[in-house]
């Protein structure tokens, strides 16, 4: 078995003289760090590349081996092997005080990511402990073949196997063990939702920060786990009449070798669906297991409508205004040839963009209904580019934000927000469009952390900065509700951050350098989001398997 997974620890050092060389015991032996500077100046310790479990290809993680020496932790683990569609490569208070601990789980789409590219020190301000995970990506950490070859949510039980890890050791670090925070943005918000339904992570988490994560995108949370795994295994050359032929086939080639002859997800020729998507998915019952083993029995929007959540825990959730500005909106955006494509033959790209292809009733009606929507008699060109960014915000996020919302508070207290700002710098930049809209997916980030994100250069937030007051207040409020279970930090016209009461979808936090708390849902979301409740209920009931969503 090859050790593959580790945690990056981050601890402040408070009322104390900083040791040049911090060694910590763990349960699984001691381990050395380094020294490093906040923002505002402020010494914290630095702990890399813990490894805490170990697995064969596609099997379920173990615990780490214990080791004799002290292992070096200065230094940052080798990446879970991933493909980077940015990059297009192939990488792998007082002395003694416990303080709250802030988990990080990244975002990409459960595809790439890794630790290493958000750096600590805006976090460092403040009185938490950050922990940020490597686990799993892609085909190795979400294949599913829905039998017992390989059950699949592989890099969600890495992600338990890490959570267990801070259980036990995190007070070794400075962290309070039940205080544990899991802040997750993109998919890792929808992996942070989903260890709330998930029993074997009962007790390893206390609050969520749920920031652009929704179990109800259809490419996050993977209806048809079997069908990807074929469409994967014809395309790097593998069998596919049986599941053990074909996983014996992926088991035997180097990971190198898959990531190289897959086919790539490429905005500028709109593939999305010819795309295998691999992601968290409803696991089917092994021999021997109950539903305790599992770390998503059902649906979850089931799970949530039963009143299976496991974890009763305080959660924020909320996004970016423009979550549906992404690398395919900015491509379209940027090649005009392919918007008008878009246009001419949007009866027959969009099934295939918002993927409802194979879960519609009728697709034709479903692109009917959107296209009249949106863009009423209008072309999609420069003009009407929001209405478009609109369907992939409300398609693949908000419209599951909202939901997913309506479901959870009916058991624990939820904190809905929307971050409308205008950043001196967007993503969408490093896609080649020069232009800002607002807040589009992955700008939040910046705010959060200083970002070594391939393909992005975000430039480091400093006091100089002009966004230096909104980065720390984001930062002071996430830091707050780690430490409380509630955001408490607030800052501007919006003096109160209030919870929002069961059912009802209509108090928002709207976060920019102004604040404003909304007793009525914001005015632009209620019809769209209206608009695909009906579109699920009537046209798309497949993806819910559940009974009819609630009207807003």
């Not at 309506?406 to 971050?419: E, G, I, N, R």
Request: with cysteine; hydrophobic share 40%.
């Amino acid at each position: 078995m090859k050790a593959f997974t580790a945690v990056c620890f981050v601890a402040l050092v408070l009322g104390q003289e900083a040791a040049a060389t911090p060694i910590v015991s763990t349960q699984l032996g001691q381990v050395q760090g380094t020294t490093g500077e906040s923002r505002n100046g402020r010494m914290f310790y630095s702990f890399k590349g813990i490894p805490y479990g170990k697995s064969e290809r596609f099997q379920a993680p173990v615990v780490a081996d214990k080791w004799a020496d002290v292992k070096d932790a200065t230094a940052p683990a080798t990446p879970c092997i991933q493909y980077s569609p940015f990059s297009r490569e192939i990488f792998g208070e007082e002395e003694g005080k416990l303080h709250p601990v802030i988990v990080y789980l990244h975002g990409g789409l459960n595809n790439d990511g890794d630790s290493e590219s958000f750096e600590p020190k805006y976090f460092m301000d403040e009185d938490v402990i950050l922990v940020v995970p490597n686990f799993r990506l892609g085909v190795f950490g979400f294949l599913s073949t829905q039998d017992n070859v390989v059950q699949g949510n592989m890099g969600l039980r890495d992600q338990v196997l890490a959570l267990k890890f801070v259980k036990e050791n995190i007070e070794k670090f400075g962290g309070d063990s039940n205080r544990v925070t899991i802040l997750g943005s993109g998919a890792g918000g929808e992996d942070a939702f989903l260890h709330t339904l998930s029993p074997p992570s009962k007790g390893l988490v206390d609050n969520v920060i749920n920031m652009g994560g929704t179990t109800l995108s259809r490419i996050a949370f993977i209806l048809d786990p079997v069908t990807e795994a074929k469409k994967f295994g014809t395309q790097v050359g593998c069998p596919v009449d049986s599941s053990d032929a074909l996983v014996a086939c992926l088991k035997g080639k180097p990971a190198k070798e898959l990531l190289e002859k897959m086919t790539k997800l490429n905005p500028a020729a709109l593939n999305i669906a010819e795309f295998a998507w691999f992601g968290p998915v409803v696991e089917k019952l092994m021999p021997g297991q109950t539903e305790e083993d599992l770390i998503v029995s059902d649906n979850p929007i089931k799970l949530m409508k039963d009143g299976k959540i496991v974890n009763k825990v305080p959660m924020i959730m909320g996004g970016n205004e423009h979550e549906g500005l992404n690398i395919v909106t900015a491509t379209l955006y940027k090649e005009k040839a392919l918007m008008e494509k878009l246009d001419k033959q949007w009866m027959d790209i969009a099934p295939e963009l918002f993927v409802y292809k194979d879960t519609a009733k009728d697709k034709d009606v479903v692109s009917a209904k959107i296209r009249e929507f949106y863009f009423k008699d209008k072309p999609i060109n420069d003009e009407t580019f929001a209405k478009l960014y609109e369907i992939f915000n409300d398609r693949f996020m908000g419209f599951g934000l909202v939901i997913s919302s309506q479901l959870y508070s009916k058991s624990a207290p939820v904190y809905l927000y929307y971050f409308a700002h205008v950043p001196e710098t967007s993503g969408i930049k490093f896609f080649g469009v020069d232009k800002s809209f607002g807040m589009a997916h992955l700008d939040d980030l910046q705010f959060l952390f200083k970002l070594n994100l391939p393909g992005f250069k975000f430039p480091e937030i400093t006091k100089e900065s002009k966004e230096y007051e909104l980065s720390q207040n984001l930062v002071k409020i996430l830091s707050s509700f780690a430490e409380n279970g509630k955001p408490t930090k607030v800052w501007g016209e919006g003096k109160e951050w209030k919870r929002m009461d069961a059912g009802d979808p209509s108090k928002w936090y709207k976060i920019g350098t102004e604040t404003h708390f909304h007793t009525t849902a914001p005015e632009q979301f209620t019809p769209r989001i209206g608009f695909w409740i009906d579109i699920f209920n009537k046209e798309l009931s497949k993806e819910k398997e559940t009974p009819d969503f609630p009207k807003l």
